[in-house]
């Protein structure tokens, strides 16, 4: 499984490469075959593109002893416009097909852990499996539009086990399970990396703090495993577990946690928070306007701004619209930093600064009443903008000439 807004592609070139190389003639012949079929889950890296783990369907041909890898999780470098189709989110992944050896090769080099759960399938269920699988590769078939949350590795193998095993099929998820949003969901693996966490909450909108319903949590890897080991197949014989047997393939020690430092966004903005607050502090006393300062900062709110702008309306990625971020980091802060810059006395600057009032509360006001979750680390800034602004609104002509004259 992989995020769609970071991938480290040097790493994943590795394993792109070793994925693809299999020719058409690799594909298993589902026919007078017999083959044990698995669920590989793989355990989070320590790069955001793997911070979610990943899934891969695992097929053995008992007859001819071939041990090959489904992998829904790859795509092709050789796009064209690569880059641009990757953010915009026009661009296709892929099933492919590897060996097992190969498949596991990047896990072991990069010490994350493996596990298997082999099914308990009939000799028809698993050749059935094995030919959905083998229509899947076809290459009219294999491509398909990745969504981080509705339709990736693990997404495509929860469906692909409910079409083939339709009704005999039963999931058994728990009916006491907590209620989490999608938000929720994905918080639990980047709470270790509060910037990578920041930055998926600022390009992330309302749409993803709706609650997941038990099957939309199978995007996650670990969820999809844990629901494999609950199921259990009816309709066929006894009602039995889905999962006949557990494997663990890489068990490696655990690595210790990043260390809650200063590079840490809640600890670096409360402290600009608090550098803001000192000079608005002594601005006021000694009538400065420091509106350097805020040149900058709604410089980058502005930047930032178009970034969500770019997001929601210019991409496809469905989890990036109705960012109501988009209040507190405006576009329209690239002008007021410009006119601040320019014409400070202008009589456009004291409506910019109202509204950009106006819209930093309303911002509040939508986290407060839940209609989206904003990365708690965003407050400090909230009140550096309210603050500035204010100080500025009911300062600014009278400072400016002082400002100037010292």
């Given at each position: 499984?992989?995020?769609?807004?970071?991938?480290?592609?040097?790493?994943?070139?590795?394993?792109?490469?070793?994925?693809?190389?299999?020719?058409?003639?690799?594909?298993?012949?589902?026919?007078?075959?017999?083959?044990?079929?698995?669920?590989?889950?793989?355990?989070?890296?320590?790069?955001?593109?793997?911070?979610?783990?990943?899934?891969?369907?695992?097929?053995?041909?008992?007859?001819?002893?071939?041990?090959?890898?489904?992998?829904?999780?790859?795509?092709?470098?050789n796009t064209p416009f690569?880059?641009?189709?990757?953010?915009?989110?026009?661009?296709?992944?892929?099933?492919?097909?590897?060996?097992?050896?190969?498949?596991?090769?990047?896990?072991?080099?990069?010490?994350?852990?493996?596990?298997?759960?082999e099914l308990a399938l009939s000799e028809q269920q698993a050749r059935d499996l094995v030919a959905f699988l083998q229509n899947n590769y076809r290459p009219e078939n294999r491509n398909y539009r990745y969504d981080f949350f509705f339709d990736n590795c693990s997404t495509?193998?929860?469906?692909?086990?409910?079409?083939?095993?339709?009704?005999?099929?039963?999931?058994?998820?728990?009916?006491?399970?907590p209620s989490k949003s999608f938000r929720n969901l994905i918080d639990e693996y980047v709470y270790p990396l509060p910037w990578s966490d920041l930055g998926i909450d600022l390009a992330l909108g309302a749409v993803i703090d709706r609650t997941a319903n038990e099957n939309e949590k199978l995007f996650l890897p670990d969820y999809l495993e844990a629901a494999f080991q609950r199921a259990t197949?009816?309709?066929?014989?006894?009602?039995?577990?889905?999962?006949?047997?557990?494997?663990?393939?890489?068990?490696f020690p655990a690595t210790e946690g990043?260390?809650?430092?200063?590079?840490?966004?809640?600890?670096?903005?409360?402290?600009?928070?608090?550098?803001?607050?000192l000079l608005t502090f002594f601005g006021f006393r000694n009538k400065r306007l420091y509106y350097g300062l805020d040149i900058g900062i709604f410089t980058i709110l502005g930047l930032l701004g178009l970034l969500v702008v770019f997001l929601w309306f210019f991409t496809?990625?469905?989890?990036?619209?109705?960012?109501?971020?988009?209040?507190?980091?405006?576009?329209?802060?690239?002008?007021?930093?410009?006119?601040?810059?320019?014409k400070p006395v202008h009589p456009l600057v004291k409506k910019l600064l109202l509204a950009s009032m106006i819209l930093t509360d309303l911002a509040?006001?939508?986290?407060?009443?839940?209609?989206?979750?904003?990365?708690?680390s965003i407050l400090p800034l909230m009140l550096?903008?309210?603050?500035?602004?204010?100080?500025?609104?009911?300062?600014?002509?009278?400072?400016?000439?002082?400002?100037?004259?010292?």
């Open positions: 499984m992989e995020h769609p807004f970071h991938l480290s592609f040097a790493r994943l070139f590795l394993l792109v490469s070793l994925t693809l190389f299999v020719g058409l003639s690799s594909i298993p012949d589902s026919e007078a075959q017999r083959y044990t079929i698995s669920l590989l889950t793989c355990d989070p890296g320590e790069e955001l593109y793997s911070t979610f783990g990943h899934s891969a369907v695992r097929v053995r041909e008992l007859d001819s002893g071939r041990d090959l890898v489904f992998n829904y999780g790859t795509f092709d470098f690569f880059y641009i189709k990757f953010i915009r989110r026009t661009l296709d992944y892929q099933l492919s097909l590897t060996t097992t050896e190969n498949f596991l090769y990047e896990y072991n080099y990069f010490k994350r852990n493996v596990r298997e759960q495509r193998i929860r469906e692909m086990l409910e079409t083939v095993l339709g009704s005999s099929l039963k999931w058994n998820h728990p009916t006491d399970a197949i009816i309709g066929d014989g006894p009602e039995r577990a889905l999962v006949a047997e557990n494997h663990t393939i890489y068990d990043q260390n809650w430092n200063f590079s840490n966004p809640y600890l670096v903005f409360w402290a600009l928070a608090i550098l803001v607050g496809e990625h469905s989890q990036t619209k109705y960012n109501w971020n988009l209040l507190w980091a405006f576009p329209l802060h690239l002008i007021l930093a410009w006119y601040l810059f320019a509040l006001v939508i986290w407060i009443l839940g209609f989206q979750s904003f990365h708690p550096i903008i309210l603050l500035r602004t204010n100080f500025l609104y009911y300062n600014l002509k009278a400072f400016i000439g002082l400002d100037k004259r010292k």
